[in-house]
């Protein structure tokens, strides 16, 4: 959504862009204009998947607050564990401008400050699946059919 805010022009995309190509994080209220606009659209009625979305406990916050709002809930969340090294080589292969080795440490750093605190916060609330990032795509994809099933009739 950040991506193509940015890619689209909008105001607030603009803004973001400004914060993910230095590897920060966009301020919560930010994103979370952004998030609240796009699941007023007609596409997210009947469900969505955020990826990368929240990314601090505000965020998990303020999206439990947006959920309310629609009278709807929060179905799983799943974290992707990978170890580090693979990550970085998986972010330099995706040959974006804003995946360099710098910015690529800076959210790790990020990440461990800001966003692991994510996992307790959803596992409190029973709602954290872990499921196993290496592997082929194909064996990653069936790992996250097999979590998504265990709480959906749809995948």
Do not use: W
């Not at 330099?92 to 750093?109: G, H, M, N, V, Y």
């Amino acid at each position: 959504m950040l991506r193509a805010g940015r890619d689209n022009g909008t105001e607030l995309g603009i803004l973001a862009a400004q914060y993910i190509d230095r590897g920060q994080l966009a301020p919560d209220e930010l994103v979370v204009g952004i998030v609240d606009q796009r699941l007023q659209e007609p596409d997210c009625k009947n469900g969505y998947l955020l990826d990368g979305f929240p990314r601090t406990v505000p965020q998990a916050d303020a999206l439990d607050e947006l959920l309310q709002k629609r009278n709807t809930k929060l179905d799983l969340v799943l974290e992707l564990n990978v170890t580090e090294n693979e990550l970085i080589e998986r972010l330099l292969q995706r040959k974006r401008p804003d995946d360099t080795r710098e910015t690529i440490a800076e959210r790790l750093q990020v990440y461990k400050k800001q966003t692991k605190p994510l996992l307790e916060y959803y596992t409190d609330r029973g709602l954290l699946a872990t499921i196993v990032g290496e592997g082929t795509p194909e064996e990653v994809y069936e790992r996250l059919r097999e979590a998504t099933g265990q709480h959906s009739d749809t995948v």
